[in-house]
């Protein structure tokens, strides 16, 4: 099992028995960590998103992703460099997930995970309770592409590639784009075992790190803005492991 202490203390913000936290932008931060045994992350989408629920507005209008304003190509051209040393942090013969959101930036992913190495091995649809606006179409799926890096292990159970889970409700929410700690629990615990070590560079508000911390695996979580660290360090407070 890793031992936190031994991790780079370069940007370290904060650490407990199961997670650290580094406080700064990943692709300066990847090389210097350890190799993982899963990632699971969720990076901007490029969207420059902008909270249409009234409660996330109210909470977030003012507070932007940082890197979301980058489009199309400018958006593969800063990902990229960044998906190359994920794969690379990541073990032989392990999975990473990336929330991919929906059309077109699912391809640009696509794109860049064939090319830095991974295998595709599903496209996993996110199937919400409600729908999100919009003036053509109304949103209420986003996609979690897999990728594996050589062979991974088969899970013991497989799982379906539709995932039907409620967003996480307004009155809750701590970031705009927080993603379901029951879903990334799901994900999670098909290709890791306890004290596994798992790693989001991307990681926001901290679900992933809340998710894996309760089912006893270790976490290096990366996030940019301080004030997205402090919210994911108040939430591991919070956290009860309940295995
Ligand atoms: C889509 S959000 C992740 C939300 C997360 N899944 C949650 O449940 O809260 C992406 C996050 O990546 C952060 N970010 C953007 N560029 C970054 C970089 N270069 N290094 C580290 N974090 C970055 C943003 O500040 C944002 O919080």
Redesign the pocket.
């Known amino acids: 099992m890793i031992d936190f202490n031994e991790l780079p203390k370069e940007n370290l913000y904060y650490k407990d028995d199961w997670c650290v936290i580094y406080l ?4 300066k ?1 990847l090389p210097s960590l350890p190799k993982v045994d899963l990632i699971l ?5 490029g969207i420059n ?1 902008v909270p249409q629920r009234e409660f996330s507005k109210q909470k977030f209008g003012d507070i932007p ?4 304003e980058l489009q199309g190509d400018k958006w593969l051209e800063w990902f990229h460099p ?1 998906n190359e040393l994920m794969f690379d942090r990541l073990k032989d013969d392990s999975v990473a997930y990336y ?1 991919s959101g929906f059309n077109p930036y699912y391809y640009y992913y696509y794109y860049s995970m064939l090319k830095v190495g991974f295998t595709i091995k599903a496209n996993l649809i996110w199937i919400k309770e409600n729908f999100g606006m919009g003036y053509h179409f109304r949103r209420q799926y986003e996609q979690i592409l897999v990728g594996f890096k050589g062979e991974p292990p088969t899970p013991e159970k497989p799982i379906s590639d539709v995932i039907f889970c409620n967003k ?1 409700p307004s009155k809750t929410i ?6 379901p700690e029951d879903l ?1 629990r799901r994900l999670i615990l098909q290709y890791t075992k306890q004290g596994d070590l798992i790693l ?9 790190l809340v998710a894996s911390k309760n089912l006893g695996r270790k976490t290096i979580g ?4 301080k004030e ?1 660290c402090d919210i ?1 360090i108040k939430r591991l407070a919070q956290s009860v492991m309940v295995i």
Do not use: R, W
């Not at 992350?41 to 989408?45: E, F």
């Open positions: 700064g932008d990943c692709q931060l992350t969720d990076p901007p989408y998103f992703i940082a890197n979301d960044i929330y996480v701590v970031h705009s784009c927080q993603k990334n989001d560079p991307f990681m926001g508000s901290g679900t992933t990366i996030e940019i803005s997205y994911a």
